[in-house]
């Protein structure tokens, strides 16, 4: 009997990341030396954000000075004492971006200095430390003309109420993002063992730097090589906590991207016309209907009425045929749908063989993993592809596998509508792969489109009173 044959692997180039918008040789497949060497796509804009950055903040009592300190540091040059082979010298923000950030002095609040003592002793802390950072949230939005960013800062001692207890849904991050996007504020969570103490003050600047740049309202970078007329929708699904008196799912959310990555916004509202299924919700015709020809609306807002030739769908689990019709219900003006599974969690392994100068030897395992941007095709409608792995391309040549130990695993691709070959489909999850603006990674296991759509879900359903209306993407950065 002779061994089973797989078909033959490809492999796919670094996707690159475009720096200007009318200047084409403005790309790095690097998005720190791209921003060092090229400075950020939104500075050649015309609409572009204002110098300075003004920051509100929210600090314990005598707490300002952190980060006050923060920013002045902000300014300054660091070297990286981490990720060596992939992090740059950080030179400054402004240096890198072309603006300052500075304090708004007049918009900050100092919580009670009694507050260590209450979450220390309070038996539901977090309760305590949410209602305090509410109510402080709340003041601060009537200076909303004087700042453009808050920042909360989190210390150590407050640990306790950063989370619930076991039977309770709450997380202080996630709870926070929600008030202040409820309110129109974009907000920079500071958490002190993360920020303020931690020791590569390199690895802070960078990501601080992207952050505050991109909440303000900046676009650090986009994607290159892409075809203008697609748009790119992640979904996510979120399920209430039994207790919650609101409808059980919440649909959320439906994440619109431009062809080049750039995030638009995204639609989340409840509902209840899902089905469940191993506690997966499964949307009805009639609600994916609905859910797709928001996102189509939301596209053509920002693009004069023009509408996409080619729709991707981007969501965690399988579409089920219901899905599948409303989708084309709703997008049949446009001329190609692709709905495409992404699964975070495959059986599958894969490793580099290097080949012996001597052909009668056989090969052996690589030191590095294989590359990243490797795709198999497993037959039918399914592929492997390799988000994770050695990715020279991006750092000189080099080996780099920013994982740094372990064996990747592939996400799985299941098409469930689309035509053609896989190549175009597995690089387009690759790309935007590259297009979190919230870290100041290489790239992300998962696709932007998933990424956010994910963490708007968690997000959202803790918000009290929905809504419908869109909400840009940076609020929940």
Not at 365 to 373: A, H, K, T
Request: net charge positive.
């Amino acid at each position: 009997m002779e061994d089973p044959q797989l078909p033959a692997h490809g492999c796919l180039p670094e996707p690159q990341l475009s720096f200007h918008p009318d200047r084409k040789e403005d790309r790095s497949a690097h998005p720190l030396q791209g921003l060092l060497e090229f400075g950020p796509y939104s500075r050649s804009l015309i609409n572009t954000i204002l110098d300075p950055v003004r920051v509100a903040s929210i600090v314990p009592s005598r707490g300002g000075t952190y980060l006050d300190n923060l920013l002045i540091e902000l300014e300054q040059q660091h070297q990286p004492r981490e990720r060596t082979q992939y992090l740059p010298v950080f030179p400054g923000f402004s240096r890198i971006f072309g603006l300052r950030a500075v304090m708004a002095k007049a918009a900050r609040i100092e919580l009670p200095s009694t507050l260590d003592e209450e979450i220390a002793k309070g038996n539901k802390p977090h309760l305590v430390l949410s209602q305090y950072l509410t109510k402080a949230i709340s003041a601060i939005q009537s200076h909303r003309s004087e700042f453009d960013i808050l920042l909360i800062y989190l210390p150590v001692t407050w640990a306790a109420g950063f989370r619930g207890g076991p039977e309770e849904d709450f997380d202080l991050h996630d709870y926070l993002k929600a008030v202040t996007a409820m309110m129109g504020i974009p907000s920079q969570i500071i958490r002190e063992d993360k920020a303020v103490t931690y020791p590569c003050r390199a690895s802070v600047g960078w990501r601080l730097g992207i952050a505050l740049y991109s909440k303000a309202g900046g676009v650090p970078w986009k994607l290159a090589d892409v075809d203008p007329y697609t748009a790119f929708i992640g979904l996510s699904y979120s399920l209430r906590p039994p207790s919650d008196p609101r409808a059980r799912f919440i649909t959320c959310c439906s994440q619109v991207f431009d062809s080049d990555g750039a995030g638009l916004e995204f639609i989340a509202f409840d509902t209840e016309d899902v089905h469940l299924e191993r506690k997966n919700p499964f949307l009805s015709r009639s609600e994916m209907r609905r859910v797709m020809a928001r996102s189509l609306a939301l596209y053509q807002r920002r693009h004069s009425g023009r509408v996409p030739k080619r729709v991707v769908v981007h969501k965690s689990t399988e579409f089920k045929h219901d899905e599948i019709q409303g989708c084309f219900d709703a997008l049949a003006v446009t001329d190609t749908v692709e709905l495409i599974q992404v699964k975070d969690d495959t059986m599958w392994r894969g490793v580099s063989i290097e080949q012996q100068t001597i052909l009668s030897q056989k090969g052996r395992p690589s030191l590095y993993p294989c590359e990243r941007g490797s795709f198999l095709h497993l037959g039918g409608r399914d592929v492997l592809l390799w988000t994770q792995g050695n990715a020279p391309a991006a750092v000189n040549g080099r080996n780099f596998y920013k994982e740094g130990k372990g064996i990747p695993a592939p996400v799985g691709l299941v098409r469930f509508a689309g035509h053609g070959g896989f190549e175009e489909t597995c690089r387009s999850v690759l790309a935007l792969t590259k297009m979190n603006w919230n870290n100041d990674s290489l790239y992300d296991r998962l696709p932007v489109t998933l990424v956010y759509a994910k963490i708007l879900a968690r997000t959202l359903k803790r918000v009290p009173n929905l809504g419908s209306r869109p909400y840009p993407f940076r609020f929940f950065m």
